[in-house]
Nanobody, 118 residues
Framework: QVQLVESGGGLVQPGGSLRLSCAAS????????MGWYRQAPGKRRDLVAA???????NYAASVKGRFTISRDNDKSTVYLQMNTMKPEDTAVYYC????????????WGQGTQVTVSA
């Protein structure tokens, strides 16, 4: 059974920071690349940050230099540190496995809402 529990979202002012956490079931976490996705109203869900099982990271251009993804393999947990946040970062954030290019996972957690506004 896939279980993904995201937390840490909230309201933050432009320029502020948030740290998201995601507790994942072992079946989806162990040995897999994990990522943070986000979906703004009326837009598609996009991958913004990924981390391989060995720790190599990748970021979308829109968040590179501001967001940092990390993972704790002992706790099956993925984190997203978001700094210098912008209104366009407003979205529901989800974590999940990273699959082949163009392929999205079929099961998701409830996500966590992030709102960047003055």
């Amino acid at each position: 059974q896939v279980q993904l529990v995201e937390s840490g979202g909230g309201l933050v002012q432009p320029g502020g920071s948030l740290r998201l956490s995601c507790a994942a079931s072992g079946s989806i976490f162990s040995g897999n690349a994990m990522g943070w996705y986000r979906q703004a109203p009326g837009k598609r869900r996009d991958l913004v940050a990924a981390i391989a099982s060995g720790g190599r990271t990748n970021y979308a251009a829109s968040v590179k230099g501001r967001f940092t993804i990390s993972r704790d393999n002992d706790k099956s947990t993925v984190y997203l540190q978001m700094n210098t946040m912008k209104p366009e970062d407003t979205a529901v954030y989800y974590c999940n496995a990273v699959l082949a290019p163009g392929i999205m996972p079929s099961r998701w957690g409830q996500g966590t809402q992030v709102t960047v506004s003055a």
